[in-house]
């Protein structure tokens, strides 16, 4: 895509993190901004700013776990700005520790907006996408998902995260096969970040109360949720800098979006492993997150 100045962007998980960061990116391209989120104060303060800062925007509360609530943001995009140009499923929440202890409602809750989030946002926006192809051979659209290169790699303590983003991934990957049987004017693209300084790790505050677990996190589990926060607080990029990379790979036509490209070895590692059927294993020792993680975790667990 080349033409993005005047499009329509939207984000959903848009009022913070990488979310805002998009949203600021596609702004400094002249794009109009629907920013999607489930804080409406969080949303409005960021609504507010884009507008300060010359861009046409407007916000709608959105509930990503909704199909109900998604088709609303679908509708209400169309109904004030025309057509989405950029849909970013971008909503996401964390949760770690042994798979064995996550509980049904983390399932559920995780799920619920990682998986069906994307989900919903690309059954209502996705016909519409492709209708606005159909009406103008100038139309360009791409459906950007993020996933996370938890969606590539496993590890202790990732846990369902980690399948929840193998789903986007996968999610991603069908639809752009599915999109390429209908023309090249709307495609996919899916995001695969490594850390990222966000507030990801403080998403618990959004967890709807019927999916709020009975009992308190067990040890291995505030282990993993002790050693994730330092690695976000550490993390190798900046949300500006990933939304920029984002832009980038769009602009290129480029589905898989790595902002990391140093952590591919990990990948090829584990395809490897899958190719030629070998057990599971991780290179600890050239990976020192992933020992401190494994570490951590063992230590939880023993005690």
Not at 33 to 61: K, N, P, S, T
Not at 180 to 201: E, H, K, M, W
Request: charged share 20%; aromatic share 6%.
């Amino acid at each position: 895509m080349k033409n993005l100045k005047g499009g329509v962007a939207v984000v959903t998980g848009g009022a913070s993190g990488l979310g805002r960061a998009i949203a600021e990116e596609a702004a400094r391209r002249g794009m109009k901004l629907v920013i999607a989120d489930v804080e409406a104060g969080a949303m409005e303060q960021a609504v507010a700013d884009l507008r300060a800062g010359g861009a046409e925007a407007i916000g709608v509360l959105t509930d990503v776990t909704s199909a109900a609530s998604v088709e609303a943001l679908a509708v209400a995009t169309e109904q004030h700005f025309g057509p989405a140009n950029l849909l970013f499923n971008n909503a996401g929440v964390a949760s770690g520790g042994p798979i064995w202890e996550s509980t049904e409602k983390d399932w559920k809750w995780l799920f619920g907006v990682n998986v069906d989030g994307v989900a919903n946002g690309v059954r209502s926006f996705t016909p519409r996408m492709l209708a606005a192809a159909a009406a103008d051979p100038g139309y360009e659209g791409c459906i950007v998902n993020t996933a996370s290169m938890a969606g590539l790699v496993t590890a202790p303590g990732m846990g369902i995260y980690s399948v929840s983003k193998h789903a986007v991934l996968a999610l991603s990957e069908c639809l752009y096969h599915d999109l390429d049987l209908v023309g090249p004017q709307v495609r996919a693209a899916v995001l695969c970040p490594f850390y990222v300084s966000t507030n990801i790790s403080q998403c618990h505050r959004n967890r709807p109360a019927d999916l709020v677990n009975d009992s308190g996190p067990t040890r291995s589990q505030l282990a993993t949720q002790a050693i994730s926060a330092k690695d976000l607080a550490n993390g190798t990029l900046t949300p500006e800098e990933v939304a920029a990379i984002t832009f980038k790979a769009i602009e290129e036509d480029r589905f898989y979006i790595y902002p990391s490209p140093e952590q591919l070895p990990i990948v090829r590692s584990r395809l490897d492993h899958l190719g030629n059927g070998t057990n599971p294993d991780i290179p600890y020792d050239d990976i020192p997150m992933f020992k401190a993680r494994r570490d951590s975790l063992k230590a939880a667990l023993a005690g």
